[in-house]
T-cell receptor, first 109, second 113 residues
Framework: RKEVEQDPGPFNVPEGATVAFNCTYSNSASQSFFWYRQDCRKEPKLLMSVYSSGNEDGRFTAQLNRASQYISLLIRDSKLSDSATYLCVVNLHNNDMRFGAGTRLTVKP | GAVVSQHPSWVICKSGTSVKIECRSL??????MFWYRQFPKQSLMLMATSNEGSKATYEQGVEKDKFLINHASLTLSTLTVTSAHPEDSSFYIC?????????FGQGTRLTVV
């Protein structure tokens, strides 16, 4: 089993749609969790951290379920500029980050 | 957020030559840096963990004699691809952690011809 698993997509949605990405991780001792965004031919950039209580940043909502070892990202009112690959990232320990394969999102007019 | 600078951003080299990539943490000290490789349409794959003042830890399947890592200071780690071949052409990215998050260099696109 992979350390971090994501549905690779692609997800093709119209502008204004709501889309959700899921991610599971195998190491129950993982310490912290993040969603990163990667645009084509660019480095990944931190989108948001994921907390057990759930957290929201504008149109983005992240959830963590430690019991199920599951992380989610919800994007509401999708914009064309949201088109990118979204990476689920798990900090195993000592800042050893492991990445999911990424979920590709394309938002269409 | 913390800044990690990677240089060069792209390089084209002849087969058999060596290429050095630098990764610098500009506004923080990084005892540990990570080197990743990403092939087209694939995810980031960890190659090695670079530890300041000691030997790097390589992931399974990554040749330590081919990918030389030096982390001589708290702000600089280098990756040298020795005797590069076309199959080494890829996007190489470094990262360092600060404040609980990972920050990435801009990446180096290596093309070996």
């Amino acid at each position: 089993r992979k350390e971090v698993e994501q549905d690779p997509g692609p997800f093709n949605v119209p502008e204004g749609a709501t889309v959700a990405f899921n991610c599971t991780y195998s190491n129950s001792a993982s310490q912290s969790f993040f969603w990163y965004r990667q645009d084509c031919r660019k480095e990944p950039k931190l989108l948001m951290s994921v907390y057990s209580s759930g957290n929201e940043d504008g149109r983005f909502t992240a959830q963590l379920n430690r019991a199920s070892q599951y992380i989610s990202l919800l994007i509401r009112d999708s914009k064309l500029s949201d088109s990118a690959t979204y990476l689920c990232v798990v900090n195993l320990h000592n800042n050893d980050m492991r990445f999911g394969a990424g979920t590709r999102l394309t938002v269409k007019p | 957020g913390a800044v990690v600078s990677q240089h060069p951003s792209w390089v084209i080299c002849k087969s058999g030559t060596s290429v050095k990539i630098e990764c610098r943490s500009l506004d923080f000290q990084a005892t540990t840096m990570f080197w990743y490789r990403q092939f087209p349409k694939q995810s980031l794959m960890l190659m090695a963990t670079s530890n300041e003042g000691s030997k790097a830890t390589y992931e399974q399947g990554v040749e330590k004699d081919k990918f030389l890592i030096n982390h001589a200071s708290l702000t600089l780690s280098t990756l040298t691809v020795t005797s590069a071949h076309p199959e080494d052409s890829s996007f190489y990215i470094c990262s360092a952690s600060a404040g609980g998050g990972a920050f990435f260099g801009q990446g180096t696109r290596l093309t070996v011809v």
